[in-house]
């Protein structure tokens, strides 16, 4: 196996640890990145900016007096093959990413409308945005400053070379507080999972963030900032999502069935994948202390919790 991951994908329940995570390898030196945790220097992708940029679809529909076309107010996706929706986008934005593919539309809120209902076509989903007509153009004006700038982001980050980097893919799944395994339907990581890429299944270990469905959502409302609805490290998510889509997740199902230690197999594309997974225990709170600004981080916090993820991905490394 390579010296370093290729790709990671980082999951867990909302305000698990996943973005403060991130936040902690963006700020360690390539060097200790790579010696304590087998990870590069980090390419980061992310399937929340389409969340937001969904909800502001139907914050802007709502205003203007439309119906709104992927959330009933706040609660949970009209269907949830939404999360495959969101799967496909981070698909395009991995392929994106590897061949440093560049773009420059004259509205970078029309072409993410268009990457959007491209999206919703691969998971049989109708393209809503397409059927939007007369208010499109007057939705994409107002969300044209947030959708440029995602745009800029996401092309900033392509790199002169991939070697000894790592790909970040952070996301969230799971399904109905109550429900039984296997998830069915769109729910779940063995659904998202089968809707990513060959490319990417082909390379992905998983980094799973253990906390219980009771925490992440405390942790959620104690995290939330309501002037920062598009932060990743400050974002809320409404309980009625919490408990819809968040009540459980089925990632333990997923390494207690797959027939080998340590990993999950997801079928997929006519084969069968087997991913090395390895879990980081954050229901003792390792993590809440890496949103601060890196210059308040405590030495003692920082040692544990780098102790804790080097263990688990040392273990992943070796499968």
């Not at 400050?234 to 199902?253: A, I, R």
């Amino acid at each position: 196996m390579s010296e370093v991951f290729h790709t990671i994908l980082l999951v867990a329940l909302p305000a698990s640890g996943k973005s403060e995570l991130r936040n902690l390898m963006a700020h360690m030196p390539a060097d200790q990145l790579k010696m304590e945790f087998h990870i590069g220097e980090t390419l980061q992708l992310d399937d929340f900016p389409y969340v937001h940029l969904m909800r502001r679809i139907d914050e802007e529909l709502t205003e203007i007096g439309e119906p709104p076309v992927y959330y009933p107010g706040n609660n949970p996706f009209y269907d949830p093959r939404d999360w495959g929706t969101l799967i496909r986008l981070l698909n395009e934005d991995y392929n994106d990413l590897l061949n440093r593919n560049t773009v420059h539309p004259d509205s970078a809120a029309e072409y993410l409308l268009e990457r959007i209902d491209r999206a919703s076509l691969a998971v049989g989903l109708p393209p809503r945005n397409a059927l939007l007509k007369d208010v499109r153009r007057q939705i994409a004006a107002k969300l044209e400053t947030e959708a440029r700038a995602m745009l800029e982001e996401k092309q900033a980050q392509y790199p002169e070379s991939f070697e000894g980097k790592t790909i970040i893919i952070e996301c969230a799944r799971g399904g109905p507080d109550g429900a039984s395994m296997p998830l069915t339907g769109a729910y779940g990581y063995q659904y998202s999972f089968a809707q990513l890429s060959p490319e990417i299944l082909e390379h992905a270990a998983v980094l799973y963030i253990l906390v219980t469905p009771e925490e992440s959502r405390r942790k959620n409302f104690e995290r939330t900032d309501p002037d920062d609805p598009g932060s990743n490290l400050f974002h809320g998510v409404p309980l009625s999502v919490m408990l819809g889509d968040y009540g459980c997740d089925d990632m333990q199902y997923l390494l207690d069935t797959s027939g080998k230690p340590d990993t999950i197999v997801i079928h997929a594309y006519g084969r069968e994948y087997v991913l090395p997974a390895g879990v980081f225990d954050n229901r003792k709170d390792m993590t809440s202390f890496l949103r601060q600004d890196p210059s308040e981080w405590d030495p003692e916090m920082l040692k544990e919790v780098t102790q804790a993820l080097k263990a688990v991905t040392d273990r992943m490394q070796r499968i």
